[in-house]
T-cell receptor, first 109, second 112 residues
Framework: GQNIDQPTEMTATEGAIVQINCTYQ??????LFWYQQHAGEAPTFLSY??LDGLEEKGRFSSFLSRSKGYSYLLLKELQMKDSASYLCAVRDSNYQLIWGAGTKLIIKP | IAGITQAPTSQILAAGRRMTLRCTQD?????MYWYRQDLGLGLRLIHYSNTAGTTGKGEVPDGYSVSRANTDDFPLTLASAVPSQTSVYFCASSDSPHNEQFFGPGTRLTVL
């Protein structure tokens, strides 16, 4: 079967750094995506990894290890507006996205 | 229009009724998708279309149908709604299945 695992909820402090992990087992791998979803809104694209290593985009970075079936999203200099759910999705051998249930990130002042 | 629009924003529907959720995009994207999102579960693909005139089944297609007569529109029809179809429905598009997907604002559907 196909499976994407993420922590259900995390709490962090404004200005700090947080790492959200994602592990996956899928039929084939054609890239991994991270999306942000604020409550009551649509998911929006954050990052994409297809090769091993770190991709940096401003305050957000995403890491991939294909051999370990593992990725993380790193958020630096946390702001209150970063309170949201973060969704990990893997594109499988059929080029369809398999989604994790998401990690709800709570930022405290 | 800019991006993807969905209608209605929300709907309460009696079980057994037929309902069509509308989705329109103005980005000239080839691929379009319908997902449902339920609490505690990831987004689940219902149907997709890689290009106008073609459609395919996703992970949870039963009870739903789609059509793709042109590039811009991708309606989702529930032929006879059941309470288990209560969910938030998102339409998405991408310029190809290889690229990131852009999402519409969603339709919150309640079936009683």
């Amino acid at each position: 079967g196909q499976n994407i695992d993420q922590p259900t909820e995390m709490t962090a402090t404004e200005g700090a750094i947080v790492q959200i992990n994602c592990t996956y087992q899928t039929s084939g791998f054609n890239g991994l995506f991270w999306y942000q979803q604020h409550a009551g809104e649509a998911p929006t694209f954050l990052s994409y990894n297809v090769l091993d290593g770190l991709e940096e985009k401003g305050r957000f970075s995403s890491f991939l290890s294909r051999s370990k079936g593992y990725s993380y999203l790193l958020l630096k200099e946390l702001q209150m507006k970063d309170s949201a759910s973060y969704l990990c999705a893997v594109r499988d051998s059929n080029y369809q996205l398999i989604w994790g249930a998401g990690t709800k990130l709570i930022i405290k002042p | 229009i800019a991006g993807i629009t969905q209608a209605p924003t929300s709907q309460i529907l009696a079980a057994g009724r037929r309902m069509t959720l509308r989705c329109t995009q103005d980005m000239r994207h080839n691929a379009m998708y319908w997902y449902r999102q339920d609490l505690g579960l990831g987004l689940r693909l219902i149907h997709y279309s890689n290009t106008a005139g073609t459609t395919g089944k996703g992970e949870v297609p039963d009870g739903y149908s789609v059509s793709r007569a042109n590039t811009d529109d991708f309606p989702l029809t529930l032929a006879s709604a059941v309470p288990s179809q209560t969910s938030v429905y998102f339409c998405a598009s991408s310029d190809s299945p290889h690229n990131e997907q852009f999402f519409g604002p969603g339709t919150r559907l309640t079936v009683l």
